[in-house]
């Protein structure tokens, strides 16, 4: 491509927190009409850069060229001025104001939110939005919320869009549709830059792909010559298997049996439908299901944390015995040795306090264990380190807030926290949400530890082929039912995908 078509270039540039060199001395071009997907590790500099070009940094060094024509970009206004509009993982919208209101606000000159309205019809008639411009924030889905967020960039005039991990919070199926949007804005004319740790993602949708590696960039090329082996690759620096490994169940006896459970919410609706299923140790069940299917209460039920309305939850002990769970309060399940770990879309959301640092964010664990608060704090702080360590943390030191921590390294404290407790049953969800395939593989692993020390683990999961590779066999969920368990080893993907759909993969009975 000629690189004078450039919508930006990115020249030499470094930015430093502290001691921590994010980019360094990085060149990169983004073009007009394409899709650039930006790759790289958990913490590999990638928001980083980003950042500079949608105003919220400085760049240390180097310069930046919006067409050719060198500019300064100080704030999130200069980069509007620009044209560019970046879509953050975590969205900073108004609660309380309805979309139109979001998007309109903070602009100059007078809100006649009318006209406003009828220009984010046309936005979305434009390039195919599902916007209701009335509605209330605090009233839409993660994936409505980020919509609004892109209609607003769009609202202003961005022709240059960057989405940075917006696909680890959506359904496969809301992921679909904005593919189609960045697709028809692309054939606008718009460059658009995406990051997203989803190899199949980059390869269905992007144009080109850039590599970052420890803040360094390491190359691109056209996608279609390159693929997902190459492209980790390049972003770990050294060869990596992406095979997961599915060890042989060890001795697996039953160790939670579920029986014809039934869970409703709030308001009234059947969320579990007379589920039964039994976990056995040394063996990962994974659940599969369309987001929302009862995957949460499901969990939830098990640790003690959702009213249910009908059915047990027995753990079976080694020696046989059995113990109704239903009824017990969360903490003493908990110290049965029944850990959680459910990776929420909002990772500060839940489980961990931002504020607190990473060996505090443990004691918390080891307080839920029923430990005094005060008397027992070497072993948080070893667990701390531990979890830094194995899971390779990348933090300055187990006394930082965990809120300063890049996602994914929140989320390796996260899941590292229950794994590191030794638990005998791993209730786990979404455990690799936003993690680069690399971590996702050292969480697979650890996983796959526990297994093999005859652990009962539920592991649930949005990524089929993941769940397909993993697990020893599937619990399908549909509609809160169970349409049906297959063995991991020889299931196809596309009959577990219809059972998601269709209980038993038939038509609905
Ligand atoms: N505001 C900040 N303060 C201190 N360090 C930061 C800040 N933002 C990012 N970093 C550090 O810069 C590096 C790159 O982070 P980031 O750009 O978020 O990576 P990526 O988006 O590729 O995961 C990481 O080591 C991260 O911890
Ligand atoms: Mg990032």
Known sequence: MDINLAAVKMRNITKRFGSVL??????????????????GENGSGKTTLMNMLSGIYFPDEGDIYINDEKVVIRSPKDAFAHGIGMIHQHFKLVDVLTATENIVLGLE???DLKTAAQKIRQICDAYGFDVDPDQKVYDMSVSQKQTVEIVKVLFRG???LILDEPTAVLTPQETDKLFAVLRNMRDDGKAIVIITHKMHEVESLSDRVA??????????????????QDMTNMMVGYPVSLNINRPDPVDPKPRIEVKNLTVRSIDGILKLDDVSFTAMSGEILGVAGISGSGQKELLEAIAGLQPVEGGSICYVDDDGTHDELLGKDPLSIAEKGIALSFVPEDRL???LVG??????????????????FFTDRKSPRRLAKQVVEELNVKTPNIETPVRKLSGGNVQKVLVGREIASAPKVLLTAY??????????????????QQKQKGIAVIYVGEDLDVLLE???RILVLCAGKVSGIVPGRGAKKRDVGMMMTRLGGKDNA
């Open 22 to 39: 994010a980019n360094d001395r990085v060149w990169l071009n983004i073009y007009k009409g394409e899709i650039l997907a930006l790759l």
């Open 109 to 111: 000159g007078k809100l």
């Open 158 to 160: 961005a022709d240059i």
């Open 211 to 228: 590599v970052l590696r420890q803040g360094q960039f390491v190359g691109d090329m056209p996608t279609k010559d390159t693929n997902a």
């Open 349 to 351: 959301g839940m489980g």
């Open 355 to 372: 504020e607190m640092n990473l060996s505090d964010n443990m004691m918390l664990r080891s307080f839920r264990k029923g430990k005094g």
């Open 431 to 448: 455990a690799v949400r936003g993690l680069d395939i690399n971590s996702s593989h050292t969480i697979y692993d650890l996983i796959n």
């Open 470 to 472: 993993l697990c020893d």
